[in-house]
């Protein structure tokens, strides 16, 4: 079978871009092995290239190598078989030190194509480190004067080696004056000691030769020991004593020499030089300790005098004495903990290897650019390097194996749109403040419109007074693109719709290229109570992109409507005054009358309050009227003196700003007992039914808004959680402060008003505003200020659903 030339070059090729993808997918993985330390010189550790897939044939044509920081002679490869074998000695403990973990990585690449693998080989440790003291021989001086159960404190022995060939057990060597403390957990707090179990006598035994071994776990067990010689010392009986046997403090490190550590204080019983006391190190502390502390022998202060470096060392362990000076010297010990704080001192290093530039712009997405290797020496949150790619372009960064990431290209490049961009890699840690290291290279670029209009957030609440003048801006609303030139140039417009029987353009428009929202007639509360549309952002680009944001314009009650006073039905009277009948021998407090009246504007509006008008000539009126039920009642009994015919004014007043009122003029007939007509009794006896009617139905509403305005305030606590956190929108036109409606001093609302209202949120019926007023709180007249930048038009709407608001609105749909 014959094929062309043609297509045997786009096999190829195909070929070709397979064994590419798969030899990236490589690269992910990663190879465990693991060797004990001290392995000769040529110690099979595995077959690395038969794990990694590689044939032999290949290793040297396509230049198998490995690299491994700070390690590269400790293990070798074998090209000819493809074994990893021990090179070099190695030692764990100068490896990794006391880290229970400790490992060698091995990164392995190999050409044509490019491939990187990833290789732990794990150090295994072996006892291969006896216990050690401190110094061969611990000199102690003990008066014979000290009581039973003194205890003095020995420094252990340190094994380079971990876990179970770390842990050690000690023995002391038989005698008949002392046994030995062996902590049983945290050593830290109580350190290895000599115990006293009988008296010591310096006439007898004016020296003692101990022997104290220590033997760790491993296999074989190794041992050290240590010789205790101890005098006897025949002086004072009171030795100094520390507040506390162990110190904790907790000191960051870099710090200015001079820096005062801890301030020790120990005391002693005796007098005169025996209770003198002089501070000092013991004598088996470390020159490194002193070369970085330092003790004032008469204040007991530990001041820093060397370079702190977290890196160097996390912990420090300060062996302190406070020696007396009597002729034979009593000393009392204690132990001062140093923890050393890292700071953020070092900043990120980072290494760019393997570059395969230049790229051409018709590579494929996926394409290996270069490897990044980034490392910290601080720990914690110091410790944690985060890489990012700085501008923001078609590339990404890859995390393929702990600190190690891939630049790898994301999506199409055009060279003739962009020739050379420079790409800024940034390595970063998380301490505070952190440091960070950048490492720049040139790729190519090439913008398409691709990045839609977008807006801060979906939807947007804006608060706006009625009556505001026609053009008045009440929000801007604000969208970014992206892109760049014209595929940036954003332009707005309305989402056309129905409002009821008008067109939503009547109300409301926008401007193409600020996006300020106008609105072009005044709006009414009690007409309209909320106003929702969309704006539609699109850019210029081709084909262009868009994407809309919802308004929810809310309109603001102001006091614009003044109270109107209800006939009641059955009660007389000439030209709308109220006209009553009354015995003259009712007692005080008896009702005579009720004067009812509405409010057509909402909240603190429409809470209204009544007041009786002093009579002409300043006459003292028997009757009075109630502040908030407009109910009319004696103040007293009545008598022959009262005028027959009252003529009461009472002023019905709102508590909006200003105030509006309206007044209602009510007649009452003052006469005998049993003189009332019968047609009157009928008429009271209705009225009295009504109102008995009138209280029932007001139970129920009081039930019914009861349990509304329940679950209303678990609604609410879901809703405040949410808006809390929500940016603020932007308020209505002017500088307005609409009164918020709270309870008082004197008492909360006194009538549940009903009446219906259009909510233009959407189709649906009318709905039904209940106000809800809380009684128990103080007064509150606080006020939403707009204004036209439209964060802090949201940011008062967050402050209007996060604060002690003490009314809201709920839309109960009517049956």
């Not at 039973?148 to 770390?166: H, K, V, W, Y």
């Not at 084909?543 to 009660?571: H, I, K, M, Y």
């Not at 009684?775 to 949201?794: F, H, I, R, V, Y």
Request: proline share 6%.
């Amino acid at each position: 079978m014959v094929y062309s030339s043609r297509g045997d070059r786009g096999h190829r090729h195909l070929l070709l871009f397979f064994i590419i993808l798969k030899a990236w997918e490589s690269t992910s993985g990663q190879i465990h092995y693991s060797v004990p330390e001290e392995a000769k010189h040529g110690t099979f550790v595995g077959r690395i290239a038969q794990d990694l897939g590689l044939e032999l044939a290949e290793l040297v044509p396509r230049l198998f190598r490995m690299a491994s920081k700070g390690h590269r002679d400790l293990l070798e490869v074998n090209l000819q078989n493809g074994i990893l074998f021990v090179n070099s000695r190695i030692d764990r403990e100068a490896l990794c030190g006391r880290s229970l973990e400790c490992s060698i990585h091995l990164e392995v690449i190999v050409d044509r194509p490019l491939q990187v693998f990833h290789v732990e080989v794990e150090v295994k440790d072996i006892n291969d480190n006896p216990p050690e003291f401190p110094q061969t021989q611990k000199n102690l001086f003990i008066a014979e004067s000290r009581m039973l159960d003194s205890r003095f404190p020995l420094e252990g022995a340190s094994d380079a080696d971990i876990e179970e060939n770390a842990l050690l057990t000690y023995r002391l060597s038989p005698n008949e004056f002392f046994s030995l403390d062996v902590p049983t957990n945290d050593e830290q707090v109580k350190p290895l000691g000599l115990v006293l179990r009988k008296p010591l006598d310096r006439e007898q035994s004016p020296e003692l030769h101990l022997l104290l071994m220590a033997t760790d776990r491993g296999k074989p067990e190794l041992t050290g020991t240590v010789q205790l010689f101890i005098k006897v010392l025949d002086a004072n009986d009171n030795a100094p004593a520390f507040d506390r046997t162990l110190y904790a403090v907790k000191l960051p490190e870099n710090v200015p020499n001079g820096t005062l550590v801890i301030k020790l204080n120990a005391s002693d019983l005796d007098e005169g030089l025996n209770g003198d006391i002089i501070y000092s190190f013991s004598s088996d502390v470390s020159p490194d300790i002193k070369s970085k502390f330092y003790i004032d022998a008469v204040s007991g202060e530990i001041i820093a005098i060397g370079h702190i470096d977290f890196e160097e060392s996390k912990t420090y362990k300060l062996r302190v004495e406070a020696i007396d000076k009597g002729s034979l010297p009593l000393a009392g010990h204690c132990t001062v903990h140093v923890q050393v704080l890292d700071a953020n001192d070092n900043a990120p290093e980072l290494t760019v290897t393997s570059l395969s530039l230049p790229i051409s712009e018709n590579a494929q997405p996926g394409t290996v650019i270069t490897l990044i290797n980034v490392s910290d020496r601080d720990s914690g949150a110091n410790g944690e390097v985060i890489c990012s790619l700085t501008p923001h372009v078609p590339f990404k960064l890859v995390s393929t194996f702990k600190n190690y990431y891939s630049l790898v290209l994301e999506s199409a490049l055009d060279r003739e749109s962009v020739a050379n961009y420079v790409l800024v890699v940034t390595a970063r840690d998380g301490g505070s403040p952190s440091l960070s290291t950048t490492a720049s290279m040139s790729v190519e670029v090439a913008d398409v419109n691709d990045n839609a209009p977008a807006f801060a957030q979906p939807e947007y609440t804006v608060f706006v007074k009625e009556n505001n003048p026609p053009g008045c801006h009440i929000f801007t609303v604000s969208a970014r693109d992206a892109d760049a030139q014209e595929n940036a140039l954003v332009s707005y417009s309305l989402v056309e719709r129905r409002v009821g029987e008008r067109a939503l353009s009547s109300y409301v428009s926008v401007h193409a290229e600020s996006g300020k929202v106008y609105a072009l007639q005044p709006l009414d509360h009690e007409e309209l109570e909320l106003l929702q549309f969309q704006v539609s952002a699109r850019d210029a680009g081709v084909p262009p992109l868009g994407s809309n944001v919802t308004l929810q314009v809310f309109v603001l009650d102001e006091n614009d409507n003044a109270p109107a006073l209800l006939p009641r039905p059955g009660a007389g009277g000439a030209g709308g005054a109220l006209s009553e009948l009354v015995s003259r021998s009712v007692g005080a407090g008896h009702v005579v009358a009720k004067v009812r009246a509405v409010d057509a504007d909402s909240g603190y509006n429409a809470w209204l309050s009544y007041e009786l008008q002093p009579a002409a000539g300043g006459a003292r009126s028997p009757f009075r009227v109630a502040l908030y039920t407009g109910e009319i009642s004696t103040t007293r009994t009545l008598d022959e003196a009262d005028s027959a015919r009252q003529r009461l004014l009472v002023l019905v007043k709102d508590h909006g700003e200003p105030a509006l009122t309206a007044t209602a003029t009510v007649l009452l007939s003052l006469v005998e007992s049993g003189q009332a007509p019968k047609a009157s009794s009928r008429v009271l006896a209705g009225a009295a039914g009504a109102e008995a009617a009138l209280v029932d139905v007001n139970v129920y509403l009081i039930v019914a808004i009861c349990a509304v305005s329940s679950l209303l305030v678990l609604t609410l606590l879901l809703y405040t959680a949410l808006r809390c956190s929500a940016p603020p929108t932007e308020g209505a036109c002017g500088p307005g402060k609409p009164t918020l409606v709270c309870s008082s001093a004197v008492g909360s609302w006194s009538y549940s008003q009903q009446r219906r209202q259009r909510v233009c949120s959407g189709e649906g019926p009318p709905k039904t505003d209940l106000m809800a007023f809380s009684p128990s709180l103080p007064p509150c007249p606080g006020s939403l200020n707009t204004t036209e930048d439209p964060q802090a038009s949201l940011e008062s709407s967050g402050k209007v659903g996060c604060s002690n608001i003490l009314f809201i609105y709920t839309f109960i749909f009517e049956v």
